[in-house]
């Protein structure tokens, strides 16, 4: 009978040990919960999920407006390189009796050397205006001195 005694109050021990372990755990459950309702939210409270929804939404959103703006970046660098960017001017006098320096050689150019040169003549019979295509820093046609000069100023500038 002894025997019977010891064998119930072991198992009594061992019951009540299970008994603290598992308040113990559902205590830390509860923790957990309570820890997570915080962190998430609930469905009539959401938190962090309706955060990192909206969050992801408006990634997603930044990310298209980014590409746009590249896109835009990009097409405003190659319309900068086709524009012109150097301008230099050149007024002269090329025939002693007009009086003043009213005739001009003007040279435009965009990044790569590449547009025009204007000039006019001006004399008491009218004005003349000439205009010659430049390409890499060259003209086909023959350049006046003047002209030469408003491209070296163009570069210069």
Do not use: C
Request: aromatic share 10%; net charge positive; glycine share 6%.
């Amino acid at each position: 009978m002894e025997l019977y005694i010891w064998l119930f109050i072991g198992s009594l021990a061992a019951v009540a040990a299970v008994l603290v372990y598992a308040f113990l755990l559902h205590r830390q459950l509860r923790e957990f919960k309570d820890r997570f309702k915080q962190f998430f939210g609930t469905k009539k409270n959401p938190h962090l999920s309706t955060i990192v929804m909206k969050n992801s939404e408006t990634l997603k959103k930044m990310n298209t407006d980014i590409q746009q703006l590249y896109q835009a970046a990009s097409d405003l660098h190659e319309m900068a390189i086709r524009s012109t960017q150097k301008v230099g001017v050149n007024f002269y006098n090329p025939y002693g009796d007009t009086g003043g320096t009213f005739s001009f050689s003007i040279a435009m150019l965009d990044s790569g050397d590449n547009g025009i040169v204007v000039s006019s003549l001006h004399t008491r019979e009218g004005t003349r205006v000439y205009a010659k295509e430049i390409l890499k820093g060259k003209s086909k046609q023959h350049l006046t001195e003047e002209e030469m000069e408003a491209l070296r100023r163009a570069n210069l500038e």
